[in-house]
Protein backbone atom coordinates (compact mmCIF):
# COMPACT_ATOMS: atom_id res chain seq x y z
CA UNK A 1 0.00 0.00 0.00
CA UNK A 2 1.59 3.20 -1.01
CA UNK A 3 -0.89 5.54 0.75
CA UNK A 4 -2.98 6.22 -2.46
CA UNK A 5 -6.41 5.14 -2.63
CA UNK A 6 -8.22 5.41 -5.73
CA UNK A 7 -12.12 4.16 -6.82
CA UNK A 8 -13.56 2.77 -8.53
CA UNK A 9 -11.47 0.18 -9.84
CA UNK A 10 -12.84 -0.65 -12.68
CA UNK A 11 -15.41 0.84 -14.75
CA UNK A 12 -17.46 0.36 -18.01
CA UNK A 13 -19.05 3.53 -19.00
CA UNK A 14 -21.13 4.35 -22.52
CA UNK A 15 -19.90 7.07 -24.39
CA UNK A 16 -23.07 9.59 -23.22
CA UNK A 17 -22.49 8.63 -19.36
CA UNK A 18 -21.07 10.51 -16.83
CA UNK A 19 -18.94 9.47 -14.01
CA UNK A 20 -16.41 10.20 -11.36
CA UNK A 21 -12.57 8.79 -10.78
CA UNK A 22 -12.02 9.74 -7.06
CA UNK A 23 -8.24 9.63 -5.66
CA UNK A 24 -7.46 10.08 -2.15
CA UNK A 25 -3.97 9.81 -0.47
CA UNK A 26 -3.30 9.83 3.19
CA UNK A 27 0.26 10.90 3.04
CA UNK A 28 0.01 14.58 3.99
CA UNK A 29 1.64 15.28 0.74
CA UNK A 30 0.57 19.03 -1.37
CA UNK A 31 0.63 17.77 -4.69
CA UNK A 32 -1.81 15.27 -6.85
CA UNK A 33 -2.07 14.19 -9.94
CA UNK A 34 -4.01 12.61 -12.95
CA UNK A 35 -2.00 10.39 -15.74
CA UNK A 36 -3.25 8.60 -18.40
CA UNK A 37 -1.61 4.74 -19.41
CA UNK A 38 -2.41 3.81 -22.42
CA UNK A 39 -1.25 -0.09 -23.84
CA UNK A 40 2.01 0.38 -25.78
CA UNK A 41 2.38 4.08 -24.99
CA UNK A 42 4.20 6.37 -21.75
CA UNK A 43 2.37 7.21 -19.12
CA UNK A 44 1.07 10.66 -19.90
CA UNK A 45 0.80 13.40 -17.76
CA UNK A 46 -2.90 15.31 -17.41
CA UNK A 47 -3.39 17.60 -14.70
CA UNK A 48 -1.31 18.79 -11.53
CA UNK A 49 -2.74 20.28 -8.82
CA UNK A 50 -0.25 21.85 -5.77
CA UNK A 51 -2.13 23.07 -2.91
CA UNK A 52 -5.67 22.76 -4.26
CA UNK A 53 -4.80 24.81 -7.37
CA UNK A 54 -4.04 23.45 -10.73
CA UNK A 55 -0.64 24.23 -11.87
CA UNK A 56 -0.57 22.13 -14.79
CA UNK A 57 -3.45 21.20 -17.76
CA UNK A 58 -1.30 19.33 -20.50
CA UNK A 59 -3.92 19.61 -23.32
CA UNK A 60 -6.34 17.85 -22.02
CA UNK A 61 -9.76 17.74 -24.27
CA UNK A 62 -12.64 19.19 -21.99
CA UNK A 63 -14.38 16.31 -21.35
CA UNK A 64 -12.28 15.10 -18.79
CA UNK A 65 -12.61 17.96 -15.93
CA UNK A 66 -10.52 17.22 -12.78
CA UNK A 67 -11.59 18.64 -9.24
CA UNK A 68 -9.20 19.23 -5.82
CA UNK A 69 -11.71 20.34 -3.19
CA UNK A 70 -8.38 19.93 -0.82
CA UNK A 71 -4.94 18.42 -0.58
CA UNK A 72 -5.95 15.11 0.11
CA UNK A 73 -8.60 15.10 -2.43
CA UNK A 74 -8.91 14.75 -6.34
CA UNK A 75 -11.37 13.89 -8.48
CA UNK A 76 -11.44 13.38 -12.58
CA UNK A 77 -15.21 13.90 -13.99
CA UNK A 78 -15.67 12.43 -17.08
CA UNK A 79 -18.35 12.91 -19.88
CA UNK A 80 -19.03 12.16 -23.15
CA UNK A 81 -15.61 10.33 -23.47
CA UNK A 82 -14.72 7.98 -26.63
CA UNK A 83 -13.71 4.84 -26.95
CA UNK A 84 -9.77 5.38 -27.50
CA UNK A 85 -9.67 6.85 -23.99
CA UNK A 86 -10.39 3.47 -22.88
CA UNK A 87 -6.99 3.07 -20.68
CA UNK A 88 -5.53 2.72 -16.90
CA UNK A 89 -6.05 6.27 -15.37
CA UNK A 90 -3.38 6.74 -12.62
CA UNK A 91 -4.02 9.27 -9.40
CA UNK A 92 -0.49 9.79 -7.89
CA UNK A 93 1.04 12.52 -5.01
CA UNK A 94 4.14 14.06 -3.63
CA UNK A 95 5.02 16.28 -0.55
CA UNK A 96 5.98 19.33 -2.27
CA UNK A 97 3.93 20.73 -4.25
CA UNK A 98 5.70 23.11 -7.35
CA UNK A 99 9.10 22.75 -5.42
CA UNK A 100 12.44 21.84 -7.68
CA UNK A 101 13.50 19.28 -8.07
CA UNK A 102 10.69 17.20 -8.49
CA UNK A 103 9.64 14.58 -5.54
CA UNK A 104 9.02 11.26 -5.77
CA UNK A 105 5.48 10.35 -6.56
CA UNK A 106 3.36 8.13 -4.91
CA UNK A 107 0.68 6.25 -6.96
CA UNK A 108 -2.46 4.48 -6.59
CA UNK A 109 -3.39 1.41 -7.77
CA UNK A 110 -5.40 2.95 -10.94
CA UNK A 111 -8.57 2.48 -12.36
CA UNK A 112 -9.46 0.36 -15.47
CA UNK A 113 -11.97 2.58 -17.21
CA UNK A 114 -13.58 0.84 -20.95
CA UNK A 115 -15.59 3.22 -22.94
CA UNK A 116 -17.72 1.64 -25.10
CA UNK B 1 12.41 9.74 -29.61
CA UNK B 2 10.92 10.89 -26.11
CA UNK B 3 12.64 11.87 -22.83
CA UNK B 4 13.48 8.59 -20.93
CA UNK B 5 13.45 5.78 -23.24
CA UNK B 6 14.36 2.17 -21.94
CA UNK B 7 16.19 -0.56 -23.44
CA UNK B 8 15.52 -3.35 -23.56
CA UNK B 9 11.42 -3.18 -24.10
CA UNK B 10 11.57 -6.85 -22.76
CA UNK B 11 14.03 -9.05 -20.83
CA UNK B 12 13.39 -12.52 -20.24
CA UNK B 13 15.72 -14.20 -17.58
CA UNK B 14 16.10 -16.98 -14.97
CA UNK B 15 15.87 -16.26 -11.49
CA UNK B 16 19.04 -15.87 -10.01
CA UNK B 17 20.08 -14.02 -12.31
CA UNK B 18 20.95 -10.02 -13.05
CA UNK B 19 18.99 -8.01 -14.94
CA UNK B 20 20.13 -4.78 -16.30
CA UNK B 21 17.79 -2.17 -18.31
CA UNK B 22 19.17 1.25 -19.31
CA UNK B 23 17.40 4.52 -20.08
CA UNK B 24 18.27 7.24 -22.09
CA UNK B 25 17.36 10.39 -22.37
CA UNK B 26 17.75 13.95 -24.52
CA UNK B 27 17.31 17.13 -22.00
CA UNK B 28 19.30 18.36 -18.89
CA UNK B 29 17.99 16.67 -15.74
CA UNK B 30 17.39 17.19 -12.19
CA UNK B 31 17.24 13.46 -11.20
CA UNK B 32 16.27 10.68 -12.47
CA UNK B 33 13.74 7.97 -10.65
CA UNK B 34 13.54 4.31 -11.31
CA UNK B 35 9.72 3.20 -10.98
CA UNK B 36 8.08 -0.36 -11.17
CA UNK B 37 5.00 -1.58 -12.26
CA UNK B 38 2.90 -4.86 -11.42
CA UNK B 39 0.30 -5.79 -14.03
CA UNK B 40 -2.21 -3.31 -14.15
CA UNK B 41 -1.15 -1.57 -10.68
CA UNK B 42 0.09 1.41 -9.93
CA UNK B 43 3.67 2.64 -10.21
CA UNK B 44 6.37 2.22 -6.88
CA UNK B 45 9.42 4.31 -6.58
CA UNK B 46 12.31 2.13 -6.38
CA UNK B 47 15.08 4.38 -6.22
CA UNK B 48 16.17 8.62 -7.37
CA UNK B 49 19.62 9.29 -8.15
CA UNK B 50 20.46 12.97 -8.57
CA UNK B 51 22.15 14.96 -11.46
CA UNK B 52 25.65 15.34 -9.44
CA UNK B 53 25.37 11.39 -8.00
CA UNK B 54 27.19 8.57 -10.24
CA UNK B 55 25.74 5.50 -8.74
CA UNK B 56 23.76 4.49 -6.14
CA UNK B 57 22.28 1.44 -4.22
CA UNK B 58 19.55 -0.05 -2.80
CA UNK B 59 18.95 -3.48 -1.48
CA UNK B 60 19.24 -5.59 -4.79
CA UNK B 61 19.24 -2.07 -6.64
CA UNK B 62 22.38 -0.74 -8.20
CA UNK B 63 21.71 2.68 -10.39
CA UNK B 64 23.91 4.69 -12.33
CA UNK B 65 23.75 7.97 -13.87
CA UNK B 66 25.88 9.36 -16.61
CA UNK B 67 25.06 13.05 -17.27
CA UNK B 68 27.46 13.52 -20.19
CA UNK B 69 25.86 10.25 -21.97
CA UNK B 70 22.54 11.59 -20.58
CA UNK B 71 22.13 7.99 -19.88
CA UNK B 72 21.14 5.61 -16.21
CA UNK B 73 21.23 2.05 -15.79
CA UNK B 74 19.09 0.02 -13.42
CA UNK B 75 20.59 -3.41 -12.42
CA UNK B 76 18.72 -5.76 -10.30
CA UNK B 77 20.48 -8.39 -8.57
CA UNK B 78 19.81 -11.92 -7.66
CA UNK B 79 16.71 -11.64 -9.44
CA UNK B 80 13.58 -13.14 -8.20
CA UNK B 81 10.14 -14.40 -9.55
CA UNK B 82 8.55 -11.84 -7.43
CA UNK B 83 10.84 -8.98 -9.65
CA UNK B 84 8.91 -9.86 -12.71
CA UNK B 85 6.93 -6.75 -13.64
CA UNK B 86 7.60 -3.08 -15.86
CA UNK B 87 10.32 -0.87 -14.73
CA UNK B 88 10.09 2.89 -15.72
CA UNK B 89 12.28 5.27 -15.94
CA UNK B 90 10.94 9.01 -15.02
CA UNK B 91 13.18 12.22 -15.53
CA UNK B 92 12.57 15.36 -14.38
CA UNK B 93 14.04 18.42 -16.71
CA UNK B 94 15.59 21.73 -15.94
CA UNK B 95 13.78 23.03 -18.72
CA UNK B 96 10.82 22.22 -17.08
CA UNK B 97 8.54 23.94 -14.77
CA UNK B 98 6.27 22.83 -12.21
CA UNK B 99 6.37 19.59 -11.07
CA UNK B 100 6.55 17.40 -14.11
CA UNK B 101 7.84 13.40 -14.72
CA UNK B 102 8.56 12.30 -18.14
CA UNK B 103 8.03 8.80 -18.24
CA UNK B 104 9.45 6.18 -20.82
CA UNK B 105 7.82 3.35 -22.19
CA UNK B 106 9.27 0.95 -19.89
CA UNK B 107 11.32 -2.51 -19.85
CA UNK B 108 9.17 -5.57 -18.84
CA UNK B 109 10.75 -7.59 -17.22
CA UNK B 110 10.21 -11.41 -17.14
CA UNK B 111 11.75 -13.62 -13.84
CA UNK B 112 11.59 -17.77 -15.11
CA UNK B 113 11.23 -19.70 -11.93
Known amino acids: ETGVTQTPRHLVMGMTNKKSLKCEQH?????MYWYKQSAKKPLELMFV???????ENNSVPSRFSPECPNSSHLFLHLHTLQPEDSALYLC???????????????FGPGTRLTVL | SQQGEEDPQALSIQEGENATMNCSYK?????LQWYRQNSGRGLVHLIL?????REKHSGRLRVTLDTSKKSSSLLITASRAADTASYFC?????????????FGEGTQLTVNP
Open chain 1, 92 to 106: ASSLRGGGRPTDTQY
Open chain 1, 27 to 31: LGHNA
Open chain 1, 49 to 55: YNFKEQT
Open chain 2, 27 to 31: TSINN
Open chain 2, 49 to 53: IRSNE
Open chain 2, 90 to 102: ATDAEETSGSRLT
